[in-house]
Nanobody
């Protein structure tokens, strides 16, 4: 089992940046595909980015491509999401998740979830 704890959310002005971190417990972090998702009030949970077990492959939602970067440090059991040029529509609770499936963006393929961290973007 993996326990995930996100941090780094907060309030930022449009155009600003935030870096989210997700720390995982356990010694099997490198065996999981990791993903970031977000969910705004009244909306479905959406894929933001995902990264393969060794970090060599990533995928991004079209809405964040070129603005967000996902990477991982398996030695630190941590996955990161750098968010630049933030827009009001990026405002949501951001979750990290771990999957035993191949790299994908479907939230149903993820087995473990963090508690989420709020990102608020003011216009």
């Amino acid at each position: 089992q993996v326990q995930l704890v996100e941090s780094g959310g907060g309030l930022v002005q449009a155009g600003g940046s935030l870096r989210l971190s997700c720390a995982a417990s356990g010694q099997t972090f490198s065996t999981y595909v990791m993903g970031w998702f977000h969910q705004a009030p009244g909306k479905e949970r959406e894929h933001v980015a995902a990264i393969s077990r060794n970090g060599d492959n990533t995928n991004y939602a079209g809405s964040v491509k070129g603005r967000f970067t996902i990477w991982r440090d398996n030695a630190k059991n941590t996955v990161y999401l750098e968010m630049n040029s933030l827009k009001p529509e990026d405002m949501a609770v951001y979750y990290c998740a771990a999957s035993r499936s191949p790299l994908c963006g479907r939230w149903t393929e993820y087995d473990y979830w963090g508690q989420g961290t709020q990102v608020t973007v003011s216009s």
